[in-house]
């Protein structure tokens, strides 16, 4: 990825697979849609805001409300801010309603929310389990998969029990949370046993000015040094990494410190969407995220401050567990992770995690804040050179036909089925069957043998036995 060559596909981020329709349908059209607000000033009614203006607008009542502040989330089919106020205080209410919300009363404070979830990381932190503070129904909502079951899965009930019914809830996934792992074609590492394999997340920019990109952390962990081909020469070294703890988050610089790294997103043919700040996610606002393995898709944030206890990947006894992350209902699979979460209007707001589920039959999803990944790594979005591999292109956005070569396989063209997840297998790193299934757990140092376990779709396995890709 020198300034002289950068491939059209591999300018913005790696990307790949049939993009979703459905949702570029509902993200291009109005991709630089400007911000809509009520300009009476002396209206007492709620303000109609898109969700960047939601996001700041919950930002700063934050500050004003103090401790009086509840939470918040955007009802999008209003287009309003929805603020959660505890005590009844008449003067509190009126100053959120001044400032364009709708006020809503509730039981549980933000610190009462946070000390439940102190319990559960004390009491109950079982692989397989995650929990994350939900606003709309004012509790912390705590979800365990398919793995947590007899003495886990009693210990897990009694202690959501004892928080209370009106403080958390306990729900059953029918998936197991993992990072998303293997099927993807997109950033490549070689190590000691194979090959590892990433999403690159967005291009930014480092603290020292140059050129870098922020990722997975457990990518980061995995492996140093990355390619943009499969067994090619190392343009980005990892610079940070953090996974597990505090983050799952890497800042990768680029070797070449002329590179254009471009702040976009690339969804498909020929079109992208820039990226111009980096955004808080809020409950309830609309997401897009970007995968290399199964494209566009979209859904709603469903809770933040959210903790998920995965398997660890490298004790069979132990739990990773990631703390501070968005869960939402966008569905992702293998090969996905470290691809971005952004908005329609262009705001970045996560990296992909980890989940449970597929694009078939949904689930939970798990993504790093991009704003703590920035504020953290000390680097800033925002192109560390001139545009390049033709990121001007300016394709007619209701455009669904054609064939834009896409990282991971020539991209299908025509009325592409929105659920379509399946990739070109011949186009894919590794021979890969089906699409992009988890053969393994996601070994973080990519030496263990990964074939025909944990068959993540059910749809094909890998036949690359020491190939880890996350």
């Known amino acids: 990825m020198s300034h002289k060559r950068i491939p059209k596909r591999k300018a913005a981020i790696a990307v790949g697979g049939v993009v979703a329709l459905g949702a570029a349908a509902i993200l291009l059209p109005n991709a630089n849609a400007s911000q809509d607000g009520n300009n009476d000033a002396s209206a007492a009614a709620p303000k109609t805001l898109k969700a960047s203006g939601a996001s700041d607008l919950a930002a700063q009542l934050q500050d004003l409300l103090g401790q009086a502040f509840a939470g918040s989330y955007y009802d999008s089919g209003k287009q309003q801010l929805v603020v959660n106020v505890i005590n009844g205080d008449n003067n509190v209410i009126v100053q959120a309603e001044k400032a364009g919300a709708v006020v809503r009363q509730v039981a549980n404070s933000t610190s009462a929310l946070k000390a439940a979830a102190a319990t559960l990381k004390t009491k109950a932190t079982i692989p397989g389990t995650a929990w994350a503070v939900d606003p709309k129904t004012n509790k912390v909502v705590v979800t365990a998969d398919s793995t947590v079951t007899g003495s886990k899965w009693d210990t897990l009930e009694s202690t959501v029990q004892s928080l209370g019914s009106n403080m958390a809830t306990l729900k059953k996934s029918s998936g197991t949370f993992k990072t998303f792992v293997s099927g993807g074609d997109a950033i490549f590492s070689q190590v000691a046993d194979g090959e590892v394999r990433c999403s690159l997340g967005f291009n930014v920019t480092a603290s020292d000015g140059s050129p870098a990109f922020l990722t997975a952390g457990h990518c980061g962990v995995a492996a140093k040094d990355w390619s943009d081909t ?53 409950v309830g606002t609309t997401v897009f995220r970007m995968g290399s393995t199964t494209g566009l898709h979209d859904g709603q944030v469903t809770g933040l401050d959210a903790t998920v206890n995965f398997q660890s990947e490298t004790d069979p006894n132990g739990v990773d567990t990631v703390t501070g992350l968005i869960q939402t209902n966008v569905c992702a699979e293998a090969g996905d992770s470290g691809g971005s979460l952004f908005t329609q209007d262009g705001g970045a707001v996560g990296l992909t995690s980890g989940g449970s589920g597929d694009c078939t039959s949904g689930g939970e999803t798990f993504f790093q804040p991009v704003t703590t990944a920035l504020q953290a790594t000390g680097a800033t979005l925002g192109d560390a050179g001139a545009g390049a591999g033709d990121a001007g292109a300016t394709a007619d956005p209701s455009a669904t ?41 996601g070994d973080a ?23 880890s890709s996350h």
Request: without cysteine; negative net charge; proline residues 4%.
């Open 401 to 441: 036909d054609g064939t834009g070569d896409q990282a991971g396989g020539d991209q299908i063209g025509g009325a592409a089925d929105p659920s379509a997840t399946a990739v070109d297998p011949s186009a894919t790193a590794g021979d890969q069957s089906g699409t992009g299934d988890d053969t393994g757990t």
């Open 230 to 282: 499969e067994g090619g020469q190392p343009i980005a070294t990892v610079d940070q990494a953090q996974f597990p703890g505090d983050g799952d988050f890497s800042l990768v610089k680029y070797n070449d410190a002329t590179t254009q790294a471009p702040s976009e997103v690339n969804i498909g043919n020929g079109q992208t969407v820039a990226i111009n700040q980096a955004e808080d996610a809020t």
């Open 445 to 467: 140092t990519g030496t263990g043998d990964q074939t025909g376990t944990g068959d993540q779709s059910g749809t094909g396995v890998s036949d690359n036995s020491n190939e």
